[in-house]
């Protein structure tokens, strides 16, 4: 807090003294105080009406993701800015992008080589048919409406908001794995540094000041959308309500995930 | 290129595995765990045969079977805490438990189980702790002051009251003992991400290779340190032990291959993996030893030897190789199914590879320490407790 109100003086102090004399040491205070919420103001909220919600949770809204599988065009841009914003260790994958290529022999070869951390930059030459198919399907945590590592977790680390995040509490997590074993989706890891449970969060944090998470807004083709499907007008309603092509992963599972793939090929798992 | 030649590499071609399905998370801590569970289990059966279900030929090992199951118990959770990322947390588990995780029962079970275990042990020791509280000096007196829990009457009304204790906590231990390890099994088959892991049929498993276990550890150890301290081998005991071994494994080994039989017939879309993972990584752990090896030699020379009249001596070598080959079988199975399970990507389309560290946190030295603690904890609790009746001074004194 000193430092913002440094920053502020070094600013110029004239603007803060009037800043100070417009009102109370306390109003003051509050001015400086949410600091980044000012460099906030600056970017144009992304979701729309995120920046006026109020309490812990949000109600009322429902979000959902869409991977757009005919448009991913594996570049690992989704990769690398996940990997940036959270400092995944290496190794592990809060996100990664599958290569499919399906050969006229119908093999089915898939690949995610480093995650698709580093793009397909090269298509596979090791394989013995001509190919007749290729797609890339981007995977990350599919937040399901029944998640199973939120069941299994024996001291309620991983838990459900109200608006539909599955997240952790880290400072909870005692790291013995089970949530790992139980999702159908492999989206979980053991962070090696943290020694706790770690996954997608579908930048909640992003999420909860009005901004996409990372990958979706880095994605060069749209592939990836987030939206409110409470918010008719959002994007994501439109899609999931238009006569698309659209299922989830292993449905089967019956955890209802709110990750949608439109053009989901039957060979993806 | 001959057709397996180009099978293979087809297969290394689709081998595709989820990349955090690449490191193993439960390693070999969680083979260990429902190891040592299970001989618990199976070691606290062994008593009640005798206690609750009088087969008085167990009474020579009916009392070193408690102790048995208390030494292995004290340290069930010790793979686990070794395990945990966070194992300052782990009385979370117990004060915060969550109700919805299979997981989070084990703490009040294995506690309660604890409980049970301590108290059935003391009150049938209670006659031979008040005889060596009164032979004791010093630090030994007290301890044996605390165990007797400051009693020392041994009237027949009050021994009347013991063996009614006893007999109720040798009934409800039973079902807490088939509790604590169905439900071990049952962490294992509710986790329906995992086609392998995923059956009903696990906690029965789980179950009945506790039994084997805990029985077969009772017939080598007791075989074993009868022998080292040169003193005679109740054979009826033993031979009696065999053919309980024998019964149970035969159920045991029943299912664990109707479980892959029911994989194999019903052939979900999940088959053709799991065939691959039982054809492939765990072809020579699974196929090869665990069935192969230590399941149907046991299984054909237990039944003989329950059968055919043998010589003591041959029943005595045989029963305690064969107990030996059992321990195995049954540390295999653990392996097959923790490790194995985990082996299989859930992408389903191809399998991941895990060789244990050997000095590593989680690896071979540390295995082989725990699994040794519960043997030199053992040999202190023989300090205190006398297993054997023929070296307890209360029997001495009831006798003369």
Redesign the interface.
Known sequence: MMKGIEQEISRGRRAFIKKVLGGTIAGSLLLVIPAGAMELDRIPEQIPGMRKEKGPFITGRKFAFIVDITRCIGCGSCCVADKNEYKVPD???RT?V?RYVIDDHD??????PN?GLDGYQEPRR???HPVRDTFFVP?LCNMCEHP?C???????ATFQTEDGFVLIDYK???????C???????????NPE???ADKCTWCYHRVRKGLLPACVNVCPVQARKFGDLNDHGSEVYKILHQPHVISVLKPD??NKPSLHYVGLRREV? | MSPEHGAA??TA??N?V??????V??SLMIVLYPYITGIVAGAFIVSSLYHVFHIKSLKPVSRYALVFALAFLAFATAP?LN?????E??M??ML???P?????G?GYIYSAYAVVLILEILFIYRPTLVALKKKARGGMKLLYGILTMGSDNLSPEALRVDHKITAFLAAIGIPMACTLHGYVGF?FG?????PMWATPLMPVIFLLSASVSGIAGIILSYVVIRRYTNKPIDMNCVRTLIKFLWGCFILDFVFEMLELFSHAYMATHHWEALRDLYLGPLYWSFIVAQVGIFSVIPFIALGILSLVKLSDKIVMKWGSVLSAMILIQVLLMRWNVVIGG?LM?????GHAVFHPGFFTKEGIVVSIIIMTLPVVFLWLLSKVFPFWLDDDPAVERQST
Request: net charge positive; hydrophobic share 35%.
């Open positions: 190794g592990n994958y990664w599958e093999n089915v070869y898939v690949d995610s995650g090791d394989l013995p995977k199973s939120v069941q299994v977790c024996p001291v309620g909870r997590c005692v790291g013995c794995g089970y790992v074993q139980a999702c159908p989706y492999s989206v979980r890891f053991i943290t020694k706790t599972m019956g798992v | 590499v087809a071609l689709t595709y989820f990349p955090n399905d690449l490191h998370h439960w686990l395990h945990l990322g966070h194992p947390r782990a979370n588990m915060t438990p969550s919805t995780s299979a997981m989070a084990f962490i509710g986790v329906k991400a995992n985990q990507s859930k992408s389903e389309r």
